[in-house]
């Protein structure tokens, strides 16, 4: 499996929206409803921020929000705040308990 | 709390052996699927190995298929990985990570450094 890819980093300033794009196939991506988000700050493990392409675990502010069109996801964070500085991975499940991540895309809060 | 505690990692010669634990507390193990996640050092995630909640179904990702052996202990609270025939590029930080009803990764351990050279 290839992994997905995501632009490697992207960029906003407080108070801005920005778009992760995390571009698959029709085995993980296009051919399942199990794509989820990771938030990662230096040093700590992964958080999970979205599950099932645009469901929030508890205690995820909804300013983060999921969406799918083919293969492609995408991760918007609106009201982009300091601490949201981190580096975000997309995963898909892929089939027969297997999954794939995407490369990771680091965001710049200006 | 929900807590993943992993260890056992290292440094180990190529051609090494090693293997890592990972102690759940918080929750009834036994109910829940758990994946191992790596992360080479600057890079980004990738899966590695799934075992279901009895053990009766386990995966591989074709990097370590072969290599790796995942198990666990559920009187013990406790996920096992035995690695062998350790290269450079498996070289990453190890994390054990629950798998949640939709096949995400809900929580996750803090990982465990295996470091392979020579």
């Known amino acids: 499996q290839s992994a997905l890819t995501q632009p490697r980093s992207v960029s906003g300033s407080p108070g801005q929206s920005v778009t992760i794009s995390c571009t698959g196939s029709s085995s993980d991506v296009g051919g399942y409803n199990y794509v989820s988000w990771y938030q990662q700050h230096p040093g700590k493990a992964p958080k999970l921020m979205i599950y099932?392409?645009?469901k929030w675990p508890s205690g995820v502010p909804d300013r983060f929000s999921g969406s799918k069109s083919g293969n492609t996801a995408s991760l918007t964070i609106s009201g982009l705040q300091a601490e949201d500085e981190a580096d975000y991975y997309c995963c898909s499940y892929a089939g027969t308990y297997t999954w794939v991540f995407g490369g990771g895309t680091k965001l710049t809060v200006l | 709390e929900v807590q993943l505690v992993e260890s056992g990692g290292g440094l180990v010669q190529p051609g090494g052996s090693l293997r890592l634990s990972c102690a759940a507390s918080g929750f009834t193990f036994r109910n829940y699927d758990i994946n191992w996640v790596r992360q080479a050092p600057g890079k980004g995630l990738e899966w590695v190995s799934y075992i279901s909640s009895s053990s009766n179904t386990i995966y591989y990702a074709a990097s370590v298929k072969g290599r790796i052996t995942i198990s666990r202990d559920n009187a013990k609270n406790s996920l096992y990985l035995q690695m062998h025939s350790l290269r450079a590029e498996d070289t990453a930080i190890y994390y054990c990570?629950?798998?949640?009803?939709?096949?995400?990764?809900?929580?996750w351990g803090q990982g465990t450094l295996v470091t392979v050279s020579s």
């Open positions: 099932d392409v645009s």
């Open positions: 990570a629950r798998v949640r009803a939709a096949y995400s990764f809900d929580y």
